[in-house]
């Protein structure tokens, strides 16, 4: 009787302990497969629709990067902001419109990097528009205002009915391991051929 007690005061653990070691399991082969933060570009992309901006780019992917993540933020939603304060500080780039910098953005642009025209050109081959404040370069243009195109805009609404249409700029985190030279102890300039990518799709 005293044993039967003891077995079943011990049984719970039979269950419990499978049930332990399947979730450990797991996490550990989630941690393993995981693409390392070299091993993937995040962009933070603010517009008005997505249509597969992601699946475009990740099946183009360059070398050396397991993963191409788009965090689309819905421009005018009331989590838009929470959305990009969230998620700035792990991601590559970010795109944004003209009108979410303000009047003085001197605060938002001290969390993206200043370039140089002849850096991003020879990083970014092509002729392009750039996003300047007290004399320094911080963001490359994406989307016109004046001519109301852009880059990949068959997959990406840049625009939206009611709505006056603006310029759209893509800034980069200094944190990001992909910058190239644009700054120091980058592990590579993978983000590069990822908006190659970008800037080539069309219908």
């Known amino acids: 009787m005293k044993r039967g007690k003891q077995l079943k005061k011990y049984l719970w653990a039979f269950f419990v302990f499978p049930l332990v070691t ?7 082969i989630q941690s393993v497969t995981r693409p390392k933060r070299e091993e993937k570009i995040s962009l933070f992309v603010g517009a008005y629709r997505d249509f597969g901006l992601e699946d475009a780019l990740q099946a183009k992917r360059p070398d050396g990067i397991r993963e191409v993540n788009v965090d689309f933020a819905l421009l005018g939603s009331t ?11 792990n991601e590559d780039a970010i795109l944004l419109p003209e009108s979410q910098l303000g009047d003085d953005p ?4 001290n969390s993206f990097v200043s370039f140089s025209a002849e850096t991003i050109n020879q990083l970014l081959p092509g002729e392009h528009t750039f996003y300047s404040w007290n004399s320094k370069l ?33 800034f980069f985190v200094p944190t990001s391991p992909h910058l190239g030279n644009l700054v120091k102890d980058s592990h590579d300039a993978a983000i590069f051929s990822v908006l190659q990518t970008w800037e080539a799709i069309h219908e």
């Open 106 to 109: 001197s605060a938002l642009l």
């Open 22 to 28: 399947i979730v450990l399991y797991g996490f550990v």
């Open 79 to 89: 989590s838009f902001r929470q959305q990009y304060r969230a998620l700035w500080s």
């Open 138 to 170: 911080y963001g490359i243009q994406v989307f016109s205002q004046e001519s109301e195109k852009g880059w990949g805009d068959n997959l990406l609404r840049y625009t939206q009915e009611q709505v006056e249409s603006e310029n759209f700029y893509l």
